[in-house]
């Protein structure tokens, strides 16, 4: 296979290339666009002109320096071994084909794939998305040699691109529902992939029927196929073998996995958890689960395309950074949407706390993601999840759980975060120990004002030669 036609090196080396705003020449898809996608379709080889690049919508070269535009890419290929249940597979080969090219940052899948382009790239010459065409045309032919015809096109006018976006959209809905008719007890293989290990090389995803991939993309089913047709690639067979901790999903040969891909520095996973030895998560998760510790068990949910800060205080980028990389991060877990909706939605967290499921730990949800997830959410619990709408101040949570009845009010760790942490200061006084674990809580003035803020740390170990607290003064103005 040869690139020497295409302006720009093209090859594994440049994935992980991150382009900033004042290296951009244009952004494509992300979240100030409403409408984008990606899709991979398996048609009949009489359909597909193979090589053929169609783009609908503007070029790069009539794009100004610093847009931003909708895009579409619909790969359609075709093969005698080719099944529907690869299209999923093939489509998360989109990212790392355009992180193949140097110039290009895509990051996201689905509908929420995001893209920029480099100036230096265009001024290379990569110029045209006949280029990318041809660059994904030819990779999936190289890589996946099953694929022995593809053609490619890509939308990036506003208004054409509403109709294949839409019909995306409920492609990847039917995908979800077939995905959710399995439980993890049916089978006895899972699967591991290990795809983002580029820009997360400690990260590997353990996917089971229960436990769609974080990236929202790759169900049991997708997983299954192509670790059939291509054993040996990033996505993997992971026999379960024996199971340690049913209620927690601990699995001896997800471990091993684990263990292994990560290269030692992981060697334990709770499937069912976020809170203990959770998955590990890469950066393209559809959503992060986080811990709310001023409800005592209780959590939230915000997804990609929530704009503005969650309840915690805190937008969906700076939960990312602490979220993605790799690592098993207690509290701060990338998931898919579709996993939400799933019987063993942090089931661990949920049983431990004294709920019926995990589902029921979630008090805050995002308004977007909580319409996504709705119907499956249990009748009792629906309308007892505030969103930004209800509640976007954390002190005034606790008094609309109350109010709704939402269940997490009755647990223990509920009445000591939200009323008890004074009476177990006072008994730790008494006794004048060290309190190595625990549930700590402290008030911190705030700069001006009465109140302050609630610090809580829960099950953790802190070691510290000094404390300094300093107060910021505003700055006078010179005079
Ligand atoms: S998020 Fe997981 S399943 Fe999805 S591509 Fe990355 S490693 Fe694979």
Known sequence: MSFSDIPVDVGPVYEGERIRGNQMYVELGGPKIEKHFELVRVKAEKEIEDGKVTLIGPDIKDMELGSRHPIGILVEVAGPELEEDLEAVFERRVHEFCNFVNGIMHLNQRYTNWMRLSKTAVEKGFNSFQLLGTVLIRLYKAELPIIKKAQVTIYTDPKKIEEPYEMAMKIYEKRDERARSINDEDVDMFYGCVLCQSFAPTHACCITPNRMSLCGSISWFDARAAARVDPKGPLYEVPPGETI??????????????????????????????????????????AIDFFLPETGAGHGIIDRNFDGVAINGLPFSAMANQTGGGKQMPGFNGISIQYITSPKYQKYDGIKAGLKSGIYTIVWMGKGVK?????????????????????????????????????????????????????????????????????????IPGVGGA?????????????????????????????
């Open 245 to 286: 901790n049913e209620l927690a999903g601990e699995f001896s040969g997800v471990n091993e996995m684990i263990k292994k891909r990560s290269l030692g520095e992981i060697d334990r996973i709770y499937l069912y958890s976020g809170m203990e030895f959770p998955h590990t998560s890469c950066g393209c998760f559809e």
């Open 371 to 443: 319409e996504r997830v709705y119907e499956y959410l249990p009748e009792d619990l629906r309308d007892k999840i505030a969103t930004e709408e209800e509640v976007s101040d954390l002190s005034e949570l606790p008094a609309w759980l109350e109010n709704v009845g939402h269940p997490i009010v009755e647990t223990e760790e509920y009445k000591v975060a939200v009323g008890g942490i004074e009476e177990e200061e006072e008994e730790w006084e008494e006794e004048g120990a060290m309190v190595p674990m625990g549930t700590v809580g402290m008030t």
């Open 451 to 479: 109140g302050g803020f609630k610090v809580i740390l829960k099950n953790c170990k802190i070691h510290a030669e000094s404390i300094t607290i300093k107060k910021i003064e505003p700055k006078r103005k010179k005079k």
